[in-house]
């Protein structure tokens, strides 16, 4: 019953995530249509809003086992999901049962579909109304793209948050850091604390003068943490260059997540702040997100010999970090698998991957994949070596068998390539 209906849910509303940019539905008043119908539960959340081109899923998932850790009912909302559509809506760690996702649609599909709505504001509806109805103490969501237009801005949250900004969906966001930071920063809400993950001298005006015209005072979270050592054993000092906490262990241990530390520590400080406690859970949230919350694909161990990770970063921004820690790791030869959908921006993204790789490339299977032979075509005349497979699953075989115990095999370029992958090994 419940696999039937997610197929028919599947088919019938349009994914982003799938087909791209027709299935992006401009406005909020779809969203509050179906609100309405199911009692708009997102007037009964305590939310922590985060927005951002990069690092929003680890920040969300970061703050969410800090709430955990504090004693917290926490609900949880991110997008896309890896293997399971019910990722996405957690609370304390635990998906949505099939019970509970049943029973919404059996109530309230037949008024959905009058309304047409787009799978991310149905996922929305579902998820607002799964926290209302099982009373969180604070929710903690994501958003799904952009920000100003974007179906999760309908909440009123304690705080809001941007990660960073940099170039990506410039057909629907805007084709200038500035533009796409005025999306963002729509998240920001009159008198409501805002959390800026980095500075960016493009979208940094953008956010102050907008959070000035809210009265939403404006925290820079570059300025005030720094993070030294190794991720598996860090410091984290504040801005007088005190240390706060020391042997701090990150279970995802890719080198851009110090920016979603520092991120996720200002984030921390508001909440308590917000909604004070005298238990200080920071350390142990940090080395629990992954427990806590489920968090799969960011800098993701699979094996050991070799040496195999995946991570879903697949923009220029979180390419390029992945791709300079991966480069400077020691290794007999590195060897990635490798695929793209077909509406990112491949040609900025071909020069930062490393020539002396091996590639193994594919196409996830969904429309918005780009054809194997035509990224492969793409990489050859950047002088790298890709061979092409008919799936992810053939090319990770592949490069498997290929790898001596020495050699880093890595899987990425998007999240469809690690989802399906993660799917297959589970």
Same mark, same amino acid.
Request: net charge negative; aromatic share 8%; proline share 4%.
């Given at each position: 019953?419940?696999?039937?209906?997610?197929?028919?849910?599947?088919?019938?509303?349009?994914?982003?995530?799938?087909?791209?940019?027709?299935?992006?539905?401009?406005?909020?008043?779809?969203?509050?249509?179906?609100?309405?119908?199911?009692?708009?539960?997102? #007037?009964?959340?305590?939310?922590?809003?985060?927005?951002?081109?990069?690092?929003?899923?680890?920040?969300?998932?970061?703050?969410?086992?800090?709430?955990?850790?504090?004693?917290? #009912?926490?609900?949880?909302?991110?997008?896309?999901?890896?293997?399971?559509?019910?990722?996405?809506?957690?609370?304390?760690? +635990?998906?949505?049962?099939?019970?509970?996702?049943?029973?919404?649609?059996?109530?309230?599909?037949?008024?959905?579909?009058?309304?047409?709505?787009?799978?991310?504001?149905?996922?929305?509806?579902? $998820?607002?109304?799964?926290?209302?109805?099982?009373?969180?103490?604070?929710?903690?969501?994501?958003?799904?793209?952009?920000? !100003?237009?974007?179906?999760?801005?309908?909440?009123?949250?304690?705080?809001?948050?941007?990660?960073?900004?940099?170039?990506?969906?410039? =057909?629907?966001?805007?084709?200038?850091? $500035?533009?796409?930071?005025?999306?963002?920063?729509?998240?920001?809400? #009159?008198?409501?604390?805002?959390?800026?993950?980095?500075?960016?001298?493009?979208?940094?005006?953008?956010?102050?003068?907008?959070?000035?015209?809210?009265?939403?005072?404006?925290?820079?979270?570059?300025? @005030?943490?720094?993070?030294?050592?190794?991720?598996?054993?860090?410091?984290?000092?504040?801005?007088?260059?005190?240390?706060?906490?020391?042997?701090?262990?990150?279970?995802?241990?890719?080198?851009?997540?110090?920016?979603?530390? !520092?991120?996720?520590? =200002?984030?921390?400080?508001?909440?308590?702040?917000?909604?004070?406690?005298?238990?200080?859970?920071?350390?142990?949230?940090?080395?629990?997100?992954?427990? @806590?919350?489920?968090?799969?694909?960011?800098?993701?161990?699979?094996?050991?010999?070799?040496?195999?990770?995946?991570?879903?970063?697949?923009?220029?921004?979180?390419?390029?970090?992945?791709?300079?820690?991966?480069?400077?790791?020691?290794?007999?030869?590195?060897?990635?698998?490798?695929?793209?959908?077909? +509406?990112?921006?491949?040609?900025?993204?071909?020069?930062?991957?490393?020539?002396?790789?091996?590639?193994?490339?594919?196409?996830?299977?969904?429309? !918005?994949?780009?054809?194997?032979?035509?990224?492969?075509?793409?990489?050859?005349?950047?002088?790298?070596?890709?061979?092409?497979?008919?799936?992810?699953?053939?090319?990770?075989?592949?490069?498997?068998?290929?790898?001596?115990?020495?050699?880093?095999?890595?899987?990425?370029?998007?999240?469809?390539?690690?989802?399906?992958?993660?799917?297959?090994?589970?």
């Amino acid at each position: 019953m419940y696999k039937s209906l997610l197929e028919e849910i599947f088919h019938a509303y349009p994914m982003y995530h799938k087909i791209g940019s027709a299935a992006y539905k401009e406005g909020l008043e779809n969203i509050e249509a179906l609100l309405n119908i199911v009692g708009n539960p997102e #007037k009964k959340l305590k939310a922590v809003h985060i927005a951002g081109t990069n690092g929003k899923g680890s920040v969300a998932h970061l703050t969410a086992s800090y709430c955990q850790e504090r004693g917290l #009912k926490t609900g949880l909302f991110t997008s896309p999901h890896l293997v399971d559509f019910r990722e996405r809506i957690r609370i304390n760690g +635990d998906m949505i049962t099939e019970e509970q996702v049943l029973d919404f649609f059996n109530r309230y599909k037949p008024e959905f579909d009058k309304l047409e709505p787009s799978f991310f504001e149905m996922t929305t509806a579902l $998820a607002f109304w799964h926290f209302a109805e099982q009373n969180v103490d604070v929710a903690v969501v994501e958003v799904g793209l952009g920000g !100003r237009l974007d179906a999760t801005n309908v909440l009123h949250p304690l705080l809001s948050v941007i990660t960073n900004i940099s170039l990506e969906h410039t =057909q629907l966001l805007g084709d200038t850091i $500035a533009k796409i930071a005025f999306e963002k920063a729509g998240i920001i809400k #009159k008198d409501t604390p805002v959390v800026v993950g980095e500075f960016h001298p493009e979208s940094f005006p953008v956010f102050t003068d907008i959070a000035e015209k809210n009265n939403a005072p404006l925290f820079l979270a570059e300025d @005030n943490y720094t993070i030294n050592g190794d991720l598996s054993d860090c410091a984290i000092l504040d801005v007088t260059g005190k240390t706060l906490y020391e042997h701090v262990e990150l279970p995802i241990q890719g080198e851009y997540q110090r920016k979603n530390l !520092r991120t996720f520590l =200002q984030v921390a400080d508001l909440l308590d702040q917000l909604m004070p406690t005298d238990k200080d859970v920071t350390v142990e949230a940090i080395r629990n997100v992954v427990k @806590n919350t489920g968090l799969m694909g960011r800098w993701q161990m699979l094996r050991h010999e070799p040496l195999t990770i995946c991570d879903v970063g697949h923009n220029v921004g979180g390419l390029s970090l992945t791709m300079k820690q991966l480069v400077a790791m020691p290794c007999r030869q590195l060897r990635i698998v490798f695929g793209m959908v077909a +509406d990112k921006d491949i040609e900025h993204v071909l020069p930062l991957l490393p020539q002396q790789a091996v590639y193994y490339v594919s196409q996830a299977h969904i429309e !918005r994949a780009l054809d194997g032979d035509q990224l492969a075509s793409r990489m050859s005349a950047k002088g790298l070596q890709p061979r092409v497979y008919p799936s992810i699953h053939e090319a990770f075989r592949a490069a498997q068998s290929d790898a001596a115990p020495d050699d880093i095999v890595f899987v990425g370029g998007s999240c469809f390539v690690v989802g399906e992958l993660l799917q297959e090994l589970k």
